[in-house]
Nanobody, 122 residues
Framework: QVQLVESGGGLVQAGGSLRLSCAAS????????MGWFRQAPGKEREFVAR????????YYADSVKGRFTISRDNAKNTVYLQMNSLTPEDTAVYYC???????????????WGQGTQVTVSS
């Protein structure tokens, strides 16, 4: 089992920045991929970014490329999502997830956090 707890969401003005954190516990993550997803009201959950824990390899959705950065801290067992140049279209509940596959699809992930709300005002 892997437990994931997100934090760092909040209200920010357009153009601002936030850093989300996802603290993991329960199992070593060396063979896991970690993903960030988001879900806006009335929309499906969408992929944002992912990182392979052991190598640090990353991949981003086109909508956030160049603005968001995913990273991990091995010592703290924590994954981060640095979000810059935020727009109102980034408003959503953000979830972190862990799974054994390198994938953009939510169903490929076995473990999910509870989510953290990000609201970007115009």
């Amino acid at each position: 089992q892997v437990q994931l707890v997100e934090s760092g969401g909040g209200l920010v003005q357009a153009g601002g920045s936030l850093r989300l954190s996802c603290a993991a516990s329960g199992r070593t993550l060396g063979r896991y991929g970690m993903g960030w997803f988001r879900q806006a009201p009335g929309k499906e959950r969408e992929f944002v970014a992912r990182i392979w824990w052991s190598t640090g390899s990353t991949y981003y959705a086109d909508s956030v490329k160049g603005r968001f950065t995913i990273s991990r801290d091995n010592a703290k067992n924590t994954v981060y999502l640095q979000m810059n140049s935020l727009t109102p279209e980034d408003t959503a509940v953000y979830y972190c997830a862990a799974g054994p596959l390198w994938s953009d699809y939510p169903h490929a992930y076995d473990y999910w956090g509870q989510g953290t709300q990000v609201t970007v005002s115009s």
